[in-house]
Protein backbone atom coordinates (compact mmCIF):
# COMPACT_ATOMS: atom_id res chain seq x y z
CA UNK A 1 0.00 0.00 0.00
CA UNK A 2 1.57 3.38 -0.96
CA UNK A 3 -1.38 5.04 1.45
CA UNK A 4 0.56 6.45 4.64
CA UNK A 5 -2.18 6.05 7.00
CA UNK A 6 -3.07 2.75 5.82
CA UNK A 7 -1.68 0.76 8.91
CA UNK A 8 -2.88 3.22 10.74
CA UNK A 9 -6.03 2.78 10.13
CA UNK A 10 -6.16 -0.95 10.29
CA UNK A 11 -5.29 -0.64 14.04
CA UNK A 12 -8.20 -1.00 16.52
CA UNK A 13 -8.51 0.11 20.03
CA UNK A 14 -10.70 -2.35 21.88
CA UNK A 15 -11.41 -2.63 25.88
CA UNK A 16 -10.62 -5.81 27.64
CA UNK A 17 -11.82 -5.87 30.97
CA UNK A 18 -12.15 -1.85 31.00
CA UNK A 19 -8.43 -1.46 30.02
CA UNK A 20 -8.05 -0.45 26.78
CA UNK A 21 -5.63 -2.25 24.21
CA UNK A 22 -3.74 -1.00 20.78
CA UNK A 23 -4.07 -4.22 18.17
CA UNK A 24 -1.83 -3.88 15.21
CA UNK A 25 -1.89 -5.96 12.27
CA UNK A 26 1.32 -8.12 11.94
CA UNK A 27 3.34 -7.75 8.73
CA UNK A 28 5.57 -10.16 7.80
CA UNK A 29 8.05 -7.66 6.18
CA UNK A 30 8.96 -6.73 9.86
CA UNK A 31 11.15 -10.15 9.56
CA UNK A 32 13.65 -7.29 7.90
CA UNK A 33 13.68 -4.93 10.69
CA UNK A 34 11.10 -2.42 11.63
CA UNK A 35 13.30 1.01 11.37
CA UNK A 36 13.22 3.44 13.97
CA UNK A 37 13.74 7.01 12.48
CA UNK A 38 14.65 9.86 14.57
CA UNK A 39 13.46 13.36 14.07
CA UNK A 40 14.07 17.14 15.05
CA UNK A 41 12.08 19.45 14.39
CA UNK A 42 10.65 17.84 11.70
CA UNK A 43 14.07 16.71 10.29
CA UNK A 44 15.12 12.74 10.19
CA UNK A 45 18.28 12.70 11.72
CA UNK A 46 19.14 9.20 12.68
CA UNK A 47 17.91 5.72 11.47
CA UNK A 48 18.21 2.38 13.21
CA UNK A 49 16.90 -0.86 12.08
CA UNK A 50 15.35 -2.79 14.66
CA UNK A 51 15.95 -6.83 13.76
CA UNK A 52 13.46 -9.42 15.82
CA UNK A 53 15.43 -11.78 17.33
CA UNK A 54 15.15 -15.90 17.03
CA UNK A 55 11.85 -17.09 17.77
CA UNK A 56 10.26 -13.50 18.14
CA UNK A 57 7.96 -10.95 15.89
CA UNK A 58 8.64 -8.01 18.23
CA UNK A 59 11.64 -6.10 17.06
CA UNK A 60 11.54 -3.86 20.15
CA UNK A 61 15.47 -3.52 21.50
CA UNK A 62 13.46 -4.10 25.26
CA UNK A 63 12.36 -7.55 23.95
CA UNK A 64 15.63 -8.48 22.35
CA UNK A 65 15.89 -6.71 19.05
CA UNK A 66 18.60 -6.30 17.24
CA UNK A 67 19.62 -2.91 16.28
CA UNK A 68 21.76 -2.07 13.24
CA UNK A 69 22.56 1.56 11.65
CA UNK A 70 20.60 1.83 8.49
CA UNK A 71 20.06 4.51 5.75
CA UNK A 72 16.76 6.00 4.75
CA UNK A 73 15.39 4.78 1.75
CA UNK A 74 13.61 7.42 -0.51
CA UNK A 75 10.35 6.16 0.86
CA UNK A 76 11.68 6.63 4.45
CA UNK A 77 12.13 10.35 3.11
CA UNK A 78 8.95 10.63 1.55
CA UNK A 79 7.38 9.74 5.07
CA UNK A 80 9.30 11.96 6.60
CA UNK A 81 8.66 14.76 4.21
CA UNK A 82 4.52 14.44 4.40
CA UNK A 83 4.78 14.42 8.06
CA UNK A 84 7.08 17.02 8.83
CA UNK A 85 5.25 20.07 8.54
CA UNK A 86 2.33 18.49 11.02
CA UNK A 87 4.92 17.16 13.47
CA UNK A 88 6.13 21.06 13.75
CA UNK A 89 2.09 22.52 13.46
CA UNK A 90 1.67 20.08 16.89
CA UNK A 91 5.07 21.15 18.46
CA UNK A 92 6.40 17.47 18.43
CA UNK A 93 10.40 19.23 18.19
CA UNK A 94 11.40 15.41 19.39
CA UNK A 95 10.27 11.97 17.62
CA UNK A 96 10.86 8.72 16.76
CA UNK A 97 8.71 7.07 13.77
CA UNK A 98 8.30 3.37 13.15
CA UNK A 99 8.66 2.14 9.69
CA UNK A 100 8.14 -1.64 8.67
CA UNK A 101 8.32 -2.36 4.68
CA UNK A 102 6.86 0.90 3.12
CA UNK A 103 4.65 1.59 5.49
CA UNK A 104 4.52 4.00 8.50
CA UNK A 105 3.20 1.94 11.77
CA UNK A 106 3.88 4.40 14.94
CA UNK A 107 4.94 7.93 15.62
CA UNK A 108 6.59 7.84 19.07
CA UNK A 109 6.28 11.37 20.87
CA UNK A 110 6.97 11.13 24.85
CA UNK A 111 10.07 8.42 24.72
CA UNK A 112 11.57 7.66 21.18
CA UNK A 113 14.33 5.20 22.05
CA UNK A 114 17.31 4.28 19.68
CA UNK A 115 19.37 7.67 20.39
CA UNK A 116 22.02 6.22 22.57
CA UNK A 117 22.15 2.59 19.98
CA UNK A 118 22.65 4.97 16.88
CA UNK A 119 25.35 7.09 18.61
CA UNK A 120 26.99 3.11 19.66
CA UNK A 121 27.04 2.14 16.44
CA UNK A 122 28.85 4.93 14.91
CA UNK A 123 26.10 6.83 13.89
CA UNK A 124 25.30 11.13 14.54
CA UNK A 125 25.21 12.18 18.48
CA UNK A 126 21.33 12.90 17.79
CA UNK A 127 21.62 14.03 21.79
CA UNK A 128 24.43 16.54 21.19
CA UNK A 129 22.22 17.75 17.83
CA UNK A 130 18.71 17.99 20.35
CA UNK A 131 20.51 20.52 22.26
CA UNK A 132 22.36 22.64 19.93
CA UNK A 133 19.07 23.06 17.81
CA UNK A 134 17.30 23.90 21.13
CA UNK A 135 20.34 26.20 21.34
CA UNK A 136 19.81 27.86 18.29
Not at 5 to 33: N, S, T
Not at 68 to 91: F, N, V
Request: hydrophobic letters at 35%; aromatic letters at 6%.
Amino acid sequence: HRDLHYPLRRQRQMCIRDRPIMAQEYLPIVKKGDKRIILINGEPVGCLNRIPAEGEFRSNLGVGGLPELSELSSRDIEICQRISKTLIDYDLYFVGIDVIGDLLTEINVTCPTGVRQIKELGGPDIAKLFWDNINS
